[in-house]
């Protein structure tokens, strides 16, 4: 079943290069919030989280690590984006024994209010409009030995803009595999957002045209479809130092998306009595997006559980910095 998950994975990278080979595809994905990291924990580790994934924003970086997760755990994430946008991201883990583990993800992006603006309106119609951006994902993932988890998450993607809107469906699958228990040395592969193109519809498309005798004739705009951002991540995990006390790991991921050339993220966390987290990451290879930083706490409630909260600080050049925070309980 490894070897056949592992070939799986590796067919669907193989023919989607093959696919977009020599060719220039950079600005023709739609719904490029799927690209937005999640997570105070991952981002402030520079996005280097394929081969760790062990809380609930695994749902979006690598499904499999939810297979390794043995405690109910549910995650918020709130991110005030660029320009004035937020985006909110919500994962749930249920462990379910034996039979695995199942996971709920909501990841939703906003524009905000929008003031119309048009070539003879120049400073506005009086009308406001916004956008948005939605994904409901429904994860499983399993145990097929004691080193190496596998999962797949079915979701749904939809955009709104005005009056025109467009949907989808996809498919991410990943994989976890330690492949040695002295540093607990792991490597983790994921392909995310296979799935159907989408195609923009909507009222906002009728319109009327001029004929040659000034007469107004209605029409429809057309408009053509366009793929989702699909996306190929592998990386490695090591615990360099690991005591009752202290730990610290360090992280590195290739990520190779289908409109861009391949980059490069790295990242550490250092934690202690694991209550305290200090972490720190790079991106290589981004237009804007650089160093990341972050730091999170892990209290125990009595009866209660874990209250985990996240932030992480973001260097985008020059779109300004953006921070993240995230709150979680496992129990």
Request: hydrophobic content about 40%.
């Amino acid at each position: 079943m490894k070897g056949r998950f592992l070939r799986i994975i590796a067919l669907a990278v193989v023919l989607s290069s093959q696919a977009w080979a020599g060719l220039d595809h950079v600005g023709t994905s739609a719904v490029n919030f799927l690209k937005i990291g999640v997570g105070g924990k991952a981002v402030a580790m520079g996005d280097a989280f394929t081969a760790i994934a062990d809380d609930p924003s695994a749902l979006y970086w690598n499904p499999g690590g939810i297979g390794f997760q043995n405690k109910m755990a549910v995650n918020f994430t709130y991110t005030k984006w660029i320009f004035g946008t937020t985006h909110n991201f919500l994962g749930l883990v249920l462990p379910m024994g034996e039979i695995g583990s199942v996971g709920l993800s909501i990841n939703h992006f906003s524009s905000g209010d929008i003031e119309e603006t048009t070539i003879f309106k120049p400073h506005g119609t009086g009308r406001v409009f916004s956008a948005s951006d939605l994904s409901i994902g429904l994860s499983y993932a399993r145990k097929l030995t004691d080193r190496y988890s596998v999962g797949i998450t079915a979701k749904y993607v939809s955009e709104q803009l005005s009056l025109e809107s467009a949907s989808a469906v996809a498919v991410d699958i990943g994989s976890i595999f330690i492949m040695s228990y002295k540093y607990n040395f792991r490597m983790g592969i994921a392909l995310s957002n296979f799935g159907s193109d989408m195609r923009m519809d909507g009222l906002d498309l009728e319109t009327s045209v001029s004929t040659d005798n000034s007469k107004q004739v209605e029409a429809r705009l057309k408009t053509y479809s366009w793929p989702l951002p699909l996306i190929f991540r592998v990386g490695l995990a090591a615990d360099l130092i690991s005591t009752d006390q202290h730990r610290l790991t360090i992280a590195a991921d290739v990520y190779d998306p289908r409109d861009y050339k391949a980059r490069e993220n790295v990242g550490m966390e250092y934690a202690f009595k694991s209550m305290f987290f200090v972490r720190g990451g790079y991106k290589l290879n981004y237009d804007e997006d650089s160093f990341s930083a972050g730091v999170g706490f892990n209290y125990k409630v009595q009866g209660v559980g874990n209250i985990v909260f996240d932030y992480s600080f973001s260097d985008m050049g020059r779109l300004n910095n953006i921070t993240r925070f995230s709150i979680g309980l496992s129990f």
